[in-house]
C-alpha cells in the first residue's frame, strides 16, 4: 500500500514536467469550455420561445370567461384548452332570448385573440424580436470576456499561468449549475457573462503555458493544432448534445453533465499543476500596448476575428431561420451545426502540421477565401441537407485560420518582441471574443432588420475582404538586435524560432566589443 502510494506521488512529480499532460490538461479546459459555449446554441432560442408561450397560455387560462345566462339549465359553456375558445352548447328547443347568445359569443372573441403557439412557427413576431434578444446573450459572455483578458494576460506574467488556469475552471463550474437551474432570461444572461471571465482564464492561461514549454516552433504548431482540437471538439459535440438532451431529459441535464466533467478536470489540474504556487516568469514581458501597436499581431489578430465572427454571427441567427423557413424540430436545431464542428475539427489538427510546410500565411488567406464563399451559400438552403456543404465548408476555413493563426502569435512575440506569451495571447483571446461579440449582437439585430439572407451576405463579403492582408504574414520582419542572431546563424526565418535564451547565449554588439577589449 505504502509502495502504491509512493509511486503515485513519483508518478506525479513527473507528470508535472510532462509537455504532453500539460497538453492534455489544456485540451480538457478548453474542450469543456467550448461544450458549454455550443451546447446552449440549440436550446436557448426554443427555450426563451417556450417561457413566453407559456407565459401567454398561463394568463388566458386564468381569465377564462365565465357565461352567465339567466338559462343556465339549457345552455352550457365548455372552454376548450387546445385552441383557447369558448363554445356554447344548448337545446334548440329551449327558448333562448337573443341578448344572452350574443352575451356568450361577444366571450368567445374576446378570449380566443392569442393563438397556441405552432410547430411551425412562420412570420412570428415573438420569433424575430427574439433574435435581438439570442444574439444579446450570446454576445454577452464573448463581451465580458473581452474586458477580462487584457488584466488576466499581465497577471500570468507576474503569478505564471497554473492559478488563473485552475480559477478558470471554478468560474465555470459555477456558470455551468447557474445554466442548468435558471428559469428567466436574466439569470441566463448572468450565467452566460459569468462564463466569460472562466473562459479568459482558461483561454489565455492556457495557450500561454503550452507556448512557453513548446519553444520550437514546428512543436509549438502541433500542440496549439491539438490544444483547438479540443477547442473543436466542445464545439462539434456541444450542439447536437444540448439539443438531443434537451428534447428528450430536459434542459439541465446537458449542463448537470457538464459540471461533473468539470469536476474531474479541476481535481487532474489540482494535483498535477498544484496551482496554489505562484511562478512567476523569469523575464518581464512586452507591454499590451506595445503588442497592440505592432501591425503583424494585428493582421493576425484581425483574421482570427473575422473567420470566428461569421460562425459567431450564423449560431444564434441560424436555429431562429430554420423554426421560420424550414419548420425544423428541436433536435435539428443543433443537428445542422454537426458538419461546421466536424470540419473545423479535421482543419484544426490537419493544418497544425500541414500549416508549417505550406506557410501559415497561405493556409490562413486559403481559409479566409472559403469562409467568406461558403457563407455566402448557406442562404440557398431549402432544407436541413441543404445546410451540409456550406457548413462544413465555414467549420473547415475556420480550422485553417486559427491553426495557423494561433502559432503565428508566439512567433512574431519570439521574433519581434520578448518571448513571454501572457499577453499576445490575452490579444489573440480578444480578436476570438470580438468575433463572438459584435457576431451575435450585431447579427441580430441586423437579420431582423434587413433579413437573414442580407446578413450572410455582409460577413461573407468582410471575409474575402480581408484575406489579401494574410499575405504581410509571409516574412515578417525581426527587431533589430534579433535580425542579428538570425544573420549570426544565417537561418531561414519560417522553419526556426528564437526564444530569450537564445540572445543571452549569443552576445552582440557592445558586449562583443567589450570581450574583445579584454
Not at 180 to 199: D, E, M, N, P, W
Request: proline letters at 6%; hydrophobic letters at 45%.
Amino acid at each position: 500500500m505504502a509502495w502504491g502510494e509512493f509511486s503515485l506521488l513519483r508518478w506525479l512529480r513527473e507528470s508535472r514536467q510532462s509537455r504532453r499532460l500539460i497538453l492534455l490538461i489544456v485540451f480538457i479546459a478548453l474542450l469543456l469550455d467550448n461544450m458549454l459555449l455550443t451546447v446552449v446554441v440549440p436550446i436557448i432560442p426554443s427555450y426563451l420561445y417556450s417561457i413566453k408561450h407559456e407565459k401567454n397560455a398561463t394568463e388566458i387560462q386564468t381569465t377564462k370567461p365565465n357565461v352567465v345566462s339567466t338559462t343556465m339549465d339549457n345552455f352550457q359553456s365548455i372552454f376548450s384548452y387546445y385552441d383557447n375558445s369558448t363554445m356554447v352548447t344548448g337545446n334548440e328547443s329551449d327558448k333562448t332570448g337573443p341578448r344572452e347568445l350574443h352575451h356568450a359569443q361577444t366571450e368567445q372573441m374576446i378570449v380566443n385573440v392569442t393563438p397556441s403557439p405552432s410547430d411551425c412557427p412562420k412570420e412570428d413576431k415573438d420569433l424575430l424580436n427574439e433574435n435581438v434578444q439570442v444574439g444579446l446573450l450570446f454576445a454577452s459572455k464573448a463581451t465580458v470576456q473581452l474586458i477580462t483578458n487584457p488584466f488576466i494576460g499581465p497577471l500570468t506574467n507576474r503569478i505564471g499561468y497554473q492559478i488563473p488556469l485552475f480559477a478558470g475552471f471554478c468560474i465555470m463550474f459555477v456558470s455551468t449549475i447557474m445554466f442548468a437551474f435558471s428559469g428567466s432570461y436574466t439569470l441566463l444572461f448572468i450565467a452566460r457573462s459569468l462564463q466569460g471571465v472562466g473562459s479568459s482564464c482558461s483561454s489565455v492561461a492556457g495557450m500561454g503555458m503550452l507556448a512557453s514549454v513548446y519553444t520550437d516552433d514546428e512543436e509549438r504548431g502541433n500542440a496549439m493544432g491539438i490544444a483547438l482540437g479540443g477547442l473543436a471538439m466542445g464545439v462539434l459535440v456541444g450542439p447536437p448534445f444540448g439539443s438531443i438532451m434537451y428534447e428528450f431529459v430536459g434542459k439541465s441535464s446537458p449542463f448537470l453533465v457538464l459540471a461533473a466533467l468539470a469536476l474531474l478536470d479541476g481535481a487532474v489540474q489540482l494535483f498535477v499543476l498544484q496551482p496554489s504556487r505562484a511562478q512567476a516568469e523569469s523575464q518581464k514581458g512586452t507591454p499590451l500596448l506595445t503588442l497592440l501597436k505592432d501591425p503583424y499581431i494585428i493582421i493576425a489578430a484581425g483574421s482570427i476575428c473575422f473567420a470566428n465572427m461569421a460562425i459567431a454571427m450564423l449560431e444564434p441567427a441560424l436555429p431562429i431561420w430554420m423554426m421560420e423557413t424550414m419548420c425544423s424540430k428541436k433536435w435539428q436545431l443543433g443537428v445542422a451545426f454537426i458538419p461546421a464542428s466536424i470540419s473545423y475539427l479535421i482543419g484544426t489538427n490537419l493544418f497544425g502540421i500541414l500549416a508549417h510546410k505550406m506557410g501559415r500565411w497561405l493556409c490562413a488567406l486559403l481559409g479566409m477565401l472559403i469562409v467568406g464563399i461558403s457563407i455566402l451559400c448557406v442562404p440557398f438552403a431549402k432544407n436541413i441537407y441543404g445546410l451540409i456543404a456550406p457548413n462544413f465548408g465555414v467549420g473547415f476555413a475556420i480550422g485553417m485560420v486559427d491553426s495557423s493563426m494561433m502559432p503565428i502569435m508566439g512567433y512574431l512575440v519570439d521574433l519581434r518582441h520578448v518571448s513571454v506569451y501572457g499577453s499576445v495571447y490575452a490579444i489573440a483571446d480578444v480578436a476570438f471574443c470580438m468575433g463572438f461579440a459584435i457576431g451575435p449582437s450585431a447579427g441580430g439585430a441586423i437579420a431582423k432588420a434587413i433579413g437573414f439572407p442580407w446578413l450572410m451576405t455582409i460577413i461573407g463579403i468582410v471575409d474575402i475582404l480581408f484575406a489579401p492582408l494574410c499575405f504581410f504574414l509571409r516574412s515578417p520582419p525581426a527587431k533589430e538586435e534579433k535580425m542579428a542572431i538570425l544573420m549570426d546563424h544565417n537561418c531561414p526565418v519560417k522553419t526556426k524560432m528564437y526564444t530569450q535564451n537564445n540572445i543571452q547565449s549569443y552576445p552582440i554588439g557592445d558586449e562583443e566589443e567589450y570581450e574583445s577589449d579584454e
